[in-house]
C-alpha cells in the first residue's frame, strides 16, 4: 500500500533564487499545492544534413518557472517559525508594519498595497520557497519551490466552516530533492480563524494610529451584518519576465493594479433596523454609490494581557456592483450582493488593510 504524506514548509529567501530551508514556518494546505512546473520547449529547427521532411530531431529546453495555488485554513500563526503566516500575505502587499503593545504584550503587523514592493525599504531583494515535503514512494524528501512571488489572495468564509485562504504563487525554478525537513510543528488548534469567531460590520470604524500603519481597530459604533458567507478576492497584477540576464528563468517581477472584489450571500431583506440587502441592492439600481465593510476574526486565545490573537480586513471604499436575488417557490428568498474596492485617498489611504495580531515578533 503506498503512503500519502505532504506537508508545507515556507522559508524566506534574503536573495530571491536562493532557497531557505531552515528558518520556515509549517502551514497545513487543503489541497496537495504541488507546484506546476513549466518549460518551454521548442523543436530544433536547424538544416544540419538530415532530410528535415523526415521529422524533427530534438527539442531544445529555453526556460523554465513554477506556479500553484495553495489553499490554506487559515491560522493566526505558523508552525516553527511563528511569523510566517503574516510573512506570506507580506509578499503579496509589499511590506508589513510591525510592533508590540506595551501594556498588553502582543505583536501587531499591519498590511496594505505599496506601489514598489522591491524597494530597498520593502521587499528588497526577499522572496518566498515553497518547500513541499512530499512521499515518493516510502521515502520523503524536500521539493524546494524557489524565488516565489504571491500574486493573488482570496479569503473565503461560510458558515459552519474554517476560513479559507487562497494564495496564488509564481515561482523561478525547483531545485533538485533533499532530505525532508523533518519534525513538523503547526499551530495549535486555538488559533484557527473559524465562521463562529467573525464578526461582519459595516458603518463607523475607529482606526488606532495613524494611516496606513494603523495598530488596531474598534467597532462599537458599526452595524453588524450577519451572512452566510463571504468572499474577498484581491489581486496584484504581478507578472514574472524572462529577460536576457544570463539565465533561463524569470528574473523580474513587474506589478500591475491591486484589485479587490467581495461577494456576500445573505437573506433578501429589509429589516426595520440594522443592515439591509434591499436596501443595498436599490442603492445600486437608482444611483452609482460605495459603502464600507469591516471583518474581524477574534480566536479567543490570548496574544498578550487583554488581547486576542485575530485578524481584521478594513474595506473602507466599496463600490456597490448589485446582486442576484434569488427567488424560489419553496424557500426564502437569498441574495449574493457584489462589490468592488476603490482606493480610500481621504481616509485610509489604501484599498485594503490587513491587521494580524499573535505572538510573532517579526514577519
Request: charged share 20%.
Amino acid at each position: 500500500m503506498a503512503e500519502n504524506r505532504i506537508y508545507l514548509a515556507i522559508g524566506e529567501e534574503a536573495v530571491r533564487g536562493v532557497g531557505e530551508s531552515a528558518n520556515v514556518g509549517f502551514i497545513p494546505i487543503l489541497n496537495p499545492g504541488i507546484p506546476k512546473v513549466e518549460f518551454d520547449e521548442k523543436k530544433r529547427k536547424e538544416f544540419r544534413g538530415e532530410d528535415s521532411l523526415l521529422g524533427d530531431t530534438t527539442f531544445l529546453r529555453m526556460s523554465r518557472r513554477w506556479n500553484t495555488s495553495l489553499d490554506i485554513p487559515f491560522f493566526t500563526e505558523a508552525g516553527s517559525t511563528k511569523g510566517m503566516a503574516a510573512t506570506l500575505l507580506k509578499h503579496f502587499f509589499g511590506k508589513a508594519s510591525t510592533g508590540q503593545n506595551g501594556a498588553t504584550g502582543q505583536y501587531h503587523h499591519m498590511m496594505s498595497p505599496v506601489a514598489d514592493p522591491f524597494s530597498s525599504s520593502n521587499l528588497g531583494t526577499r522572496a518566498l520557497t515553497v518547500n513541499l515535503n512530499i512521499n515518493e514512494g516510502q521515502s520523503m524528501v524536500n521539493r524546494p519551490f524557489t524565488g516565489g512571488r504571491v500574486k493573488s489572495l482570496s479569503l473565503e468564509q461560510e458558515s459552519g466552516s474554517s476560513l479559507k485562504l487562497t494564495a496564488g504563487l509564481i515561482g523561478q525554478k525547483r531545485e533538485a530533492s533533499t532530505a525532508s525537513i523533518n519534525n513538523p510543528v503547526f499551530a495549535a488548534e486555538n488559533l484557527r480563524c473559524d465562521y463562529n469567531n467573525l464578526k461582519v460590520y459595516t458603518g463607523a470604524i475607529t482606526r488606532v494610529g495613524s494611516a496606513p500603519d494603523y495598530t488596531g481597530f474598534t467597532f462599537a459604533a458599526a452595524t453588524q451584518i450577519k451572512p452566510d458567507k463571504v468572499s474577498i478576492k484581491v489581486e496584484n497584477g504581478m507578472e514574472d519576465a524572462l529577460r536576457l540576464s544570463g539565465v533561463d528563468y524569470p528574473d523580474k517581477t513587474r506589478m500591475g493594479q491591486f484589485k479587490l472584489t467581495m461577494d456576500m450571500t445573505l437573506d433578501w431583506e429589509d429589516p426595520s433596523s440594522g443592515f439591509s440587502s434591499v436596501a443595498e441592492f436599490n442603492n445600486w439600481v437608482f444611483a452609482a454609490s460605495s459603502t464600507n465593510f469591516f471583518l474581524h476574526w477574534d480566536t479567543g486565545t490570548q496574544a498578550g494581557t487583554g488581547d486576542n490573537h485575530g485578524l481584521y480586513v478594513d474595506l473602507p471604499l466599496m463600490q456597490r456592483k448589485g446582486g442576484d436575488p434569488q427567488y424560489k417557490t419553496d424557500k426564502d428568498p437569498m441574495v449574493t450582493l457584489k462589490y468592488e474596492g476603490l482606493l480610500d485617498t481621504a481616509n485610509t489611504g489604501y484599498l485594503i488593510g490587513i491587521l494580524l495580531k499573535n505572538t510573532a515578533a517579526s514577519v
